[in-house]
């Protein structure tokens, strides 16, 4: 019975993400129990990096369709473009409603967040790209896990 409760208490309180020691850059882990998850999951945490204090009422709505090669690449498309996204219309997300296909090649996605100039308000962490260094989504048994580098 124990068991039961620790199993249903790291379920329900898993880890998104933590950040690793990078010489230069930043390094950060990120975990999900599904892909759609780890996918949401990177994106919350290349937020929380950019930007700490957030709004959290969701205003606007943008869409987001992307193809890639591989799941790795559409991981670091998907990053990247949340980036560009950020910096090039001054939205910043803070909820994802993500579909990926069953072949990992397709991404379409509703974010929803708020106005945000970050030319104006006070970002924490300026973060150019995600990077291919060393990116290899990993499946083990509980969850789905990956190591991003953003360039900063």
Same mark, same amino acid.
């Given at each position: 019975?124990?068991?039961?409760?620790?199993?249903?208490?790291?379920?329900?309180?898993? *880890?998104?993400? *933590?950040?690793?020691?990078?010489?230069?850059?930043?390094?950060?882990?990120?975990?999900?129990?599904?892909?759609?998850?780890?996918?949401?999951?990177?994106?919350?945490?290349?937020?929380?990096? /950019?930007?700490?204090?957030?709004?959290?009422?969701?205003?606007?709505?943008?869409?987001?369709?992307?193809?890639?090669?591989?799941?790795?690449?559409? &991981?670091?498309?998907?990053?990247?473009?949340?980036?560009?996204?950020?910096?090039?219309?001054?939205? &910043?997300?803070? *909820?994802?409603?993500?579909?990926?296909?069953?072949?990992?090649?397709? &991404?379409?996605?509703?974010?929803?967040?708020?106005?945000?100039?970050?030319?104006?308000?006070? /970002?924490?962490?300026? /973060?150019?790209?995600?990077?291919?260094?060393? &990116?290899?989504?990993?499946?083990?048994?509980?969850?789905?896990?990956?190591?991003?580098?953003?360039?900063?």
């Amino acid at each position: 019975m124990a068991h039961c409760f620790i199993d249903n208490f790291q379920t329900i309180f898993m *880890k998104k993400y *933590k950040i690793l020691e990078h010489t230069a850059d930043i390094r950060i882990k990120i975990y999900g129990k599904t892909i759609k998850e780890l996918f949401k999951n990177s994106a919350k945490a290349l937020f929380d990096l /950019i930007v700490q204090n957030k709004n959290e009422e969701d205003k606007e709505e943008r869409k987001v369709s992307l193809e890639a090669m591989d799941l790795n690449e559409l &991981l670091i498309n998907w990053l990247n473009e949340l980036i560009s996204i950020f910096y090039t219309y001054k939205f &910043l997300p803070i *909820k994802y409603d993500l579909d990926i296909d069953k072949n990992f090649k397709k &991404l379409e996605a509703s974010i929803k967040g708020i106005k945000f100039n970050p030319y104006k308000n006070k /970002i924490d962490t300026e /973060i150019k790209a995600a990077t291919y260094c060393n &990116l290899d989504i990993k499946k083990n048994k509980e969850n789905f896990e990956v190591e991003i580098v953003f360039d900063v």
